[in-house]
């Protein structure tokens, strides 16, 4: 099974419409991570979590909020998707002390 | 400027060729290393990882880390059509950023039979 796993893998949707996009993990990792691909831009950082009670912003949160349910849930959500939110999602985890990611499958959301 | 340029590419080589990766980078707290292949429609996977600067081998990758010129390198020897991903470098400042990683933009690698 992987370890770090996203819902859905596919998404289309409409201007306006709230988006949740899910992500769990078995690795037992305190630390998570939401991060959007793009062609040519590479991984953008768009929230952090350190831990449960400990959520922060990276390079690119704006139009995005999150929700760290648990040490092995992290869910980021859209609240009005826009066309320029279309891109690939991935979810990321980490330990404390160790620099190294480790990635989900990603998303692939398609706002139109 | 980005804190870490990459070569977007792409690049194309026959099989068996040795492929050279290179990233430059800006901030000098950077000590942690990593590189990552991504094939099509899947994520990252981390590759291969090195703290300061030297060089570790593990088959036929080798990564290299020079810090005094700021500029990484990941080679790939006997290349195989297998190997054909984007690569992704990726740096940390683990104590003064965080640990959040920053990547290069990706450079995509096509192996030719």
């Known amino acids: 099974d992987a370890d770090v796993t996203q819902t859905p893998r596919n998404r289309i949707t409409k201007t306006g419409k709230r988006i949740m996009l899910e992500c769990s993990q078995t690795?037992?990792?305190?630390?998570m991570y939401w991060y959007r691909q793009d062609p040519g831009l590479g991984l953008q950082l768009i929230y952090y979590?350190?831990?449960?009670?400990?959520?922060n912003k990276g390079e690119i949160s704006d139009g995005y909020s999150v929700s760290r349910q648990a040490q092995a849930k992290f869910s980021l959500s859209l609240e009005s998707a826009i066309p320029n939110q279309t891109a690939l999602y991935f979810c990321a985890t980490s330990d404390p002390g160790h620099p190294e990611q480790f990635f989900g499958p990603g998303t692939r959301l398609t706002v139109l | 400027q980005k804190e870490v340029e990459q070569d977007p590419g792409p690049l194309s080589v026959p099989e068996g060729a040795i492929v050279s990766l290179n990233c430059t980078y800006s901030?000098?707290?950077?000590?942690?290393f990593m590189w990552y292949r991504q094939y099509s429609r899947k994520g990252p996977e981390l590759l291969m990882y090195t703290y300061s600067s030297g060089n570790k081998e593990d088959g036929r990758f080798t990564a290299q880390v020079d810090k005094s010129s700021k500029y990484i390198s990941l080679f790939i020897r006997d290349s195989q059509p297998s190997d054909s991903a984007t690569y992704l470098c990726a740096m940390s400042a683990i104590y003064n950023q965080g640990g959040k990683l920053i990547f290069g933009q990706g450079t995509e690698l096509s192996v030719k039979p």
């Open positions: 979590s350190f831990d449960v009670k400990d959520i």
């Open positions: 690795k037992g990792h305190d630390r």
């Open positions: 901030n000098s707290a950077f000590q942690y």
